[in-house]
């Protein structure tokens, strides 16, 4: 299924994937896949957003229901059925994240006593940390956008939970760390190593979900927080893949945010140290020439993670201008006026995918559905971007 080539909109790519994935009425059997679906719900509420139309945002609400419906309970495949939490369906209806939600890889999850093959693993089912704090920043962007605070509540239940599975300490002398990937149940891990930014993304999320509680219900996470931020303390952030940069940029754009609604206490050298490392990323990305290569030896949804990210900069601009009592002002904003030049890079990366002819590359075509959508929030990257109420136009 292909969109056109000229004047494609996020809009005609986001109808299209509702159909392909089964969202839409009219669509095919679902089909549904966390990181992916994560990034659709941010980019329809953008087009509710810019259109005011309420096809999109209940094109939201119904990603949410089908995505807790599906990832929240057991496979077909599977032995076990229900809730992966274990609670009754009625129990479940209202707390479907309280279990975690599975990844949704076509392969079912590898079991404790099979062998671990680092090729393989990729292709099972399991729940990954990172894909859940992604799902946990959609429920914010949508009880930001409905005012409903059921989504906040299922966003806090899900941030605790991950937080009791994934964290662990193999001595009481070694320090704690995250496990990168867990068995469907969180009962064992299924890749021990831990991923270079989870404890990074999990602390900046964590606060965004306790922001959203701001004069309402309390949600506790004021221990889950100082474990993360103890793991954070002396991490090294500098990567040069486009997409870990892409999330670096992401994460520096919601702590300036937090910090400019005064709902982030913190002092902001983890904001420095953030955005610094972003820039050594995008030197060493940069000195690769990666954006060089032919289609079939790259991976869209990894350059466009970057050029996501990369929209933030002039968004922390803008809001650093705003923001006039702001500490490290004339620091934060020479390192944002350093990251300015490499703004265009975004929009080189969006032309190179907008092409047909470089979409009919299997490099594409493997992960099409996880392209496509990160191809629209690059296109219209404020609804994942922004974590203020976005207002009808």
């Known amino acids: 299924m292909e969109f056109p080539e000229h004047e ?22 679902p089909k549904r896949y966390l990181w992916t679906d994560a990034f659709a719900v941010s980019n329809f509420l953008q087009l509710y957003h810019q259109t005011g139309e309420q096809k999109y945002l209940q ?11 599906t990832l929240g309970k057991h496979r077909e495949d599977d032995p076990r059925s229900g809730w992966i939490s274990g609670l009754e369906e009625s129990d479940g209806e209202l707390h479907p994240t309280i279990g975690g939600l599975r990844i949704g890889k076509e392969l079912g999850e590898r079991s404790s006593s099979h062998p671990y093959d680092e090729r393989s693993e990729w292709d099972h089912d399991g729940q990954y940390y990172h894909y859940l704090t992604k799902w946990i920043h959609a429920l914010h962007q949508v009880s930001s956008v409905t005012e409903d605070t059921i ?15 994934f964290v662990h300490q193999e001595r009481p002398e070694e320090p704690k760390r995250l496990y990168w990937k867990m068995s469907i149940d969180l009962t064992y891990p299924l890749v021990s190593s831990m991923g270079r930014h989870d404890p990074l993304d999990g602390l900046v999320t964590y606060h965004e979900v306790r922001r959203q509680y701001v004069g309402a219900s309390k949600c506790d996470l004021d221990d889950e927080i100082a474990d993360l931020s103890k793991i954070c303390s002396g991490s090294i952030w500098t990567t040069g893949d486009p997409l870990g940069i892409g999330g670096l940029l992401f994460d520096a754009c919601r ?9 982030y206490a913190e002092d902001q050298t983890l904001l420095l140290k953030v955005l610094q490392s972003s820039i050594a990323g995008l030197q060493h990305f940069v000195a690769q020439s990666t954006l060089e290569h032919q289609p079939e030896k790259r991976l869209a949804f990894r350059e466009l993670g970057l050029a996501i990210g990369l929209h ?17 002002r ?7 006026n350093n990251l300015m030049p490499a703004v ?12 047909a002819t470089n979409r009919r590359y299997e490099s594409w075509r493997a992960h099409e559905d996880i392209n496509m959508v ?11 971007l922004n974590l203020k109420a976005m207002k009808l136009k």
């Open 8 to 29: 494609t909109t996020a809009s005609d790519i986001m109808e299209m994937f509702a159909r392909k994935t089964g969202l839409s009425a009219s669509g095919n059997r």
């Open 59 to 69: 094109l939201a609400l119904d990603l949410v229901d089908q995505v807790h419906q």
């Open 151 to 165: 989504f906040s509540q299922w966003a806090c239940e899900l941030a605790k939970t991950i937080h009791k599975a």
């Open 255 to 263: 702590i300036l945010q937090m910090i400019a609604d005064e709902t």
């Open 312 to 328: 933030g900069v002039p968004m922390m601009l803008a809001l650093l201008e705003n923001t006039p009592g702001l500490g490290s």
């Open 330 to 336: 004339n620091i934060l904003r020479d390192i944002l």
């Open 344 to 355: 265009s890079v975004a929009k080189s990366i969006e032309n190179f995918w907008l092409s």
């Open 374 to 384: 990160m191809l629209a929030t690059s296109l219209a990257p404020e609804g994942f």
